[in-house]
């Protein structure tokens, strides 16, 4: 893949994804040119830190950066109160100031908790994103969206808080093992299926191709994603309305992750059972085409999330649900997806969707 530069449009200033192999040893002076101060907080868990956690530091470091290095156990479970306090006290350790800036290496994870961490302290400092996972080159990493979880919910504490750069290195992706590979296609999948009728044909051509991680296609995959991303976020930065969109699979995928425990289900594949759901949902109050369901299950699966059949309650289902940042006056809403890149956000009574559980879990 040669480097490709998205521009990315927020309130606080636009900013550049930089997409491409090799970017990890540049990452250090790119960062270097995006802050006033001299020091930063690089923020990692365990996993990343073995493999790539000196790279980044050599990097920054010849740039003239001094780190600070921050190191979070991997996994959802990371994302909590309790991590997010632990990581404000070492930034604090760490004498940073408004000037110095946060470093997010990592996947989605790292991502929200850096972020999170970024925008809080000291009312806000800098952070760039430097994604090493598919899920986070392609989506999590990219317009400013950061949070912590609590039990009553994902993701319910958090901050709009645009970086002022993502770093995506492709070649940070042939470490990824296969699990966290199909996790980040679901998220690939979700685009296609939002951005329309030819992203959907070349995904369904380039699936086998895909699975087995074949260049060419991965790199018409992680740029049409990011492509994507990039537009609606420039459109609507703070959700107020085409970014709705990307919530698609997220309401039940958000819930089957809460009521599974957070970490038991890999996040693309909660997302992936999330759009079947809602594909199903839209055949029953939207009027959408069976077929568009059964070739969005189909597209999922070749990418690596076959259905897996429901194990949890419906009722703790719907429970989780009205815990979702989306419910408005107490009614859960969807995004449904109906046609190739048609969709829309609908209230759902708990009647339509306690008889889509039930059907959704008997199947």
């Known amino acids: 893949m040669s480097g490709r530069t998205f521009i990315v449009e927020a309130a606080a200033g636009a900013y550049e994804v930089l997409v491409g192999p090799g970017l990890l040893d540049a990452s250090g002076a790119i960062v270097r040119r995006l802050m006033p101060g001299d020091a930063v907080a690089l923020v990692t868990d365990s996993n990343v830190a073995a493999l790539y956690g000196d790279r980044a530091v050599a990097g920054l470091e010849a740039a003239g950066v001094r780190v600070h290095r921050v190191v979070i156990p991997p996994g959802e479970g990371s994302k909590s109160w309790e991590r997010a306090g632990a990581v404000l006290d070492a930034f604090a350790g760490a004498r940073l100031t408004r000037d110095d800036a946060v470093v997010a290496l990592g996947g989605g994870v790292v991502g929200d908790m850096a972020g999170f961490c970024a925008a809080t302290y000291m009312r806000g400092l800098r952070v760039a994103q430097v994604p090493t996972t598919l899920l986070a080159q392609v989506d999590s990493a990219i317009g400013g969206k950061t949070a912590v979880d609590l039990p009553a919910g994902k993701n319910l504490v958090g901050a709009f808080w645009p970086p002022v750069g993502v770093i995506a290195d492709t070649s940070c992706l042939a470490t990824l093992p296969d699990v966290e590979w199909s996790s980040g296609m679901a998220e690939v999948a979700k685009a296609a ?93 939207a009027g959408a085409d069976p077929a568009w369901s059964h070739r969005q299950d189909g597209l999922l699966t070749s990418l690596g999330s076959p259905h897996r059949p429901c194990a949890y309650p419906a009722a703790a289902l719907l429970a989780a649900m009205h815990s979702d940042k989306k419910v408005k006056a107490g009614t859960v809403r969807f995004v449904m997806c109906t046609e190739p890149g048609i969709w829309q956000v609908r209230p759902v009574s708990d009647k339509d969707l306690s008889d889509g559980l039930s059907a959704w879990c008997g199947a």
Do not use: Q
Not at 219 to 229: E, H, I, P, S, T
Not at 276 to 281: D, E, G, P
């Open 193 to 285: 299926v939002l951005d329309g009728p030819s992203a959907v044909s070349m995904l369904e051509a380039d699936a086998r191709a895909l699975m087995t991680r074949a260049a060419d296609a991965v790199d018409r995959a992680v740029l049409m994603a990011v492509a994507f991303k990039a537009g609606i976020v420039s459109s609507d930065e703070r959700e107020g309305g085409e970014r709705e969109s990307l919530n698609y699979g997220h309401t039940l995928g958000h819930a089957l992750e809460r009521v599974a425990g957070y970490g038991v289900i890999p996040h693309g594949a909660a997302v992936a059972e999330g759009i079947r759901f809602a594909a199903m949902l839209a055949e029953r109050v």
